[in-house]
């Protein structure tokens, strides 16, 4: 086995909310001009999607390598409010296991605020896998341990301004930014640097300053919660686009299917967009707009790091976002759904290890965020362990298609029955039952479904699923997802993938 010094570095850099044609390498549009000449190098995948459209399954999902039903964790109020509860290792707890150094600086989402009306309790802190940490909430939320670094202790002032902002773009809804002002957006005073990624970038490199000198690997977790609303941007990065020409969503039809309605507070934000002008529509877009590059800028300052201190030769990059938005397509807002702007997610990878003929490449092969963690544990050397479903994405055979579940937003959804999405880069597959999970399963209710072909209709306008013309395809797209559940679930929970893995 390689000596730990000779083993490569490790970075992820994810993002929350941000859509896979939202960089440059997918949509010239958008101003990444660091993302673009570091991964126009390396490998992209065109049709990668995350494992539920949600911020903290997805998060947990792509940090176990387990589907959101496997893991337990299917909403966002889910969480595993103690550590030693999550049944497998996370990925930086593997990392650390193998003599890594590890990061983490952002946002990990792995814990809740106690809620006695959600029976949610108070969590346990924990850095659940990472030895230097730094978090933008505050001490006590479960994001991390005593020892970490919070942001509301290093810069009250942002901190708090930024509160206030996120709180009225929540209205009239707790928390989250995605209400009607949170959209529409406003401005922050205080520059790029200040804001909660700044300092987590801030940190990144600071933390990074004092592991490179022990010569021993490093992984680092840079997380950013940018472009998720509320749209709080730097002017500067909103004047890169007003002499930009592109779409705006078109409203849909009436009456077009939906799986899963939509939410009352982006709703309320659809009103008033159907009644705004082009300007108005436009004006919210380029927020979102200037939210990727801001995010860009800030990464770019790690990567000139890693160039000026002899690291980004031996270092592994890989980007994602925990999933999409949907900004007005398909007449939607935030996530939730499993059409195209929510379930796609970019995804990137570099690193010293790509064979010659790979770089440079956009691959058109389904991928998932499930198979982040066996590819990073791939390029450390690590066994990945054979019970997890994702695949390394530089060696295992490419998958047929991809797979998506859906189960509310909320607890109060659990008892609704799954909606699954099977998609291929031509076609996608939606089902779902109507009712209450334990009743639908003795009664006579059938399918509910929704078939799209996308490479003629990427809109997903057209549902074809009652089309007789197209039963062939729905049925072996109802195979091909029936394949996939009974896979996955040989493979997890499995004899072999318990015993010893945790305290």
């Not at 690291?311 to 007005?328: A, C, P, V, Y």
């Not at 935030?334 to 796609?344: D, G, H, I």
């Not at 198979?371 to 054979?386: H, K, N, Q, R, S």
Request: net charge negative.
């Amino acid at each position: 086995m390689e000596s730990k010094r000779n083993k490569p570095n490790i970075l992820l850099f994810t993002t929350d909310q941000q859509r896979w044609d939202a960089w440059g390498l997918m949509n010239p549009v958008i101003k990444t001009p660091h993302l673009d000449r570091l991964f126009a190098d390396g490998v992209r995948w065109r049709h990668a999607v995350c494992q539920v459209p949600m911020c903290i399954p997805s998060r947990y999902s792509y940090m176990t390598g387990l589907y959101p039903s496997q893991i337990g964790s299917r909403v966002n109020a889910q969480t595993f409010q103690n550590p030693a509860q999550v049944p497998v290792p996370v990925l930086a707890e593997y990392l650390q296991e193998a003599g890594y150094q590890t990061i983490g600086c952002g946002k990990t989402h792995y814990a809740m605020a106690g809620d006695a009306q959600l029976n949610i309790p108070a969590p346990v802190p924990s850095n659940r896998g990472f030895q230097h940490r730094a978090v933008s909430n505050r001490r006590g939320t479960g994001e991390a341990g005593p020892s970490a670094r919070y942001w509301p202790e290093e810069d009250s002032e942002a901190s708090a301004l930024f509160a206030e902002i996120e709180l009225q773009g929540s209205q009239p809804f707790p928390a989250g930014g995605e209400g009607l002002h949170g959209y529409r957006g406003s401005y922050w005073p205080l520059g790029l640097n200040r804001t909660r990624e700044g300092w987590a970038t801030r940190c990144a490199l600071e933390f990074l300053h004092d592991c490179v000198p022990s010569g021993k690997p490093w992984f680092l977790n840079l997380s950013y919660d940018l472009p998720h609303a509320p749209f709080c941007t730097v002017p500067e990065y909103e004047r890169l686009y007003q002499d930009c020409e592109f779409d705006i969503p078109a409203t849909p039809p009436p009456h077009l299917l939906e799986h899963w309605g939509i939410f009352e507070n982006t709703a309320n934000f659809l009103v008033w967009w159907n009644q705004q002008d082009a300007q108005a529509k436009r004006a919210v877009m380029i927020k979102y707009f200037a939210m990727c590059s801001m995010l860009d800028a800030l990464f770019g300052e790690v990567v000139a790091w890693l160039e000026c201190n002899g690291q980004l030769d031996n270092t592994w990059i890989l980007f994602t976002s925990d999933h999409g938005e949907s900004l007005g397509s398909r007449g939607r807002f935030s996530k939730y759904s499993l059409y195209e702007a929510s379930v796609r997610v970019p995804l990137a990878l570099t690193g010293p290890g790509i064979p010659e003929q790979q770089r440079g490449t956009e691959l058109f092969a389904p991928a998932e965020l499930i198979d982040v963690l066996p590819t990073l544990l791939d390029v450390a050397g690590i066994e990945v362990p054979p019970w997890l479903p994702g695949r390394r994405l530089l060696r295992d055979p490419a998958r047929r298609g991809s797979f998506a579940e859906l189960h509310g937003s909320g607890a109060e959804q659990l008892q609704a029955a799954p909606v699954y999405m099977w998609r291929t880069p031509e076609w996608k597959l939606i089902l779902r039952l109507q009712g209450k999970l334990f009743e639908v399963e003795s009664d006579e209710s059938e399918w509910q479904g929704e078939l799209y072909h996308l490479s003629e209709d990427p809109s997903e306008l057209c549902n074809v699923y009652q089309e007789p013309a197209f039963r062939e395809i729905r049925e072996s797209m109802t195979l091909a997802l029936l394949k996939q559940l009974a896979c996955a679930n040989a493979k997890y929970p499995h004899p072999d993938s318990r015993p010893g893995l945790r305290p």
